[in-house]
């Protein structure tokens, strides 16, 4: 039977499918290694195979979707050992951005970023994880705008889309929450004051303990799951 709540209504139709495969992808609705069959979409989406086919390409590009010759797309794994290197990554970008805009975004964009961080400090625990991923990705949002460096941008935004999944995982994790704030507050304080070094360091850190919560998630369903599921191929 189709799911209602997955229906599309009249509007762009790929752009809706793309954005609610995206969602279920996220919200871990399909886990990593899980097999998306042309069938299985189509009846869950109320779409053509060809819609469904497009949407599978675009969130391929984006490391969401990996799709294994003869076998088809699955929700892309992300191992324990590409999870290290994603982070280890993510936290020279995501530093470049933060002492970009500490020394680069307007006073506005400095306001914005307050703005947003306000918003995540109020939420609590048990928050549903797409609204906490929505806050974070519009505190990234303004942090990219205002780093003033289109590069940066780019790579890290890709990034964060590769691994979003397990990025909503460890938002909602109720014992991450007070850190995450404590953390972003620390780099809202040092864009405030123009800190570029202390902006530097500030995502640095909120990067790498993000990484040691996300490596433990990952680790922890390796050592349940036994076999791990089809990996993206290298590149």
Request: include cysteine; charge should be positive.
């Amino acid at each position: 039977m189709p799911d209602d709540s997955l229906r599309i209504s009249p509007q762009p139709v790929r752009r809706q499918v793309e954005q609610r495969l995206r969602d279920a992808i996220i919200t871990s609705r399909f886990m990593p290694g899980e097999h998306l069959s042309d069938r299985m979409l189509c009846d869950l989406f109320g779409v053509s195979r060809g819609v469904i086919r497009e949407a599978v390409r675009l969130l391929e590009a984006e490391g969401l979707i990996v799709v294994l010759p003869n076998r088809g797309p699955f929700v892309a794994y992300l191992s324990p050992a590409e999870a290290t290197q994603v982070y280890e990554v993510r936290g020279v970008l995501e530093a470049l951005a933060g002492q970009g805009f500490a020394e680069r975004a307007s006073t506005e964009e400095i306001a914005e970023l307050r703005a947003v961080f306000e918003e995540i400090a109020a939420t609590k625990p048990g928050t549903d994880r797409m609204t906490l991923l929505g806050l974070k990705r519009r505190f990234y949002d303004v942090l990219l705008r205002g780093c003033r460096n289109a590069y940066v941008a780019r790579m890290l935004d890709q990034l964060l889309n590769r691994n979003s999944q397990l990025r909503a995982t460890t938002l909602s994790d109720p014992t991450r929450l007070p850190h995450t704030v404590a953390e972003i507050r620390r780099i809202v304080e040092a864009a405030e004051r123009r800190d570029r070094e202390g902006a530097w360091q500030a995502c640095r850190e909120h990067v790498m303990q993000a990484a040691q919560v996300a490596l433990r998630i990952l680790n922890e369903r390796a050592a349940s799951a036994g076999t791990p599921p089809p990996a993206a191929p290298a590149g």
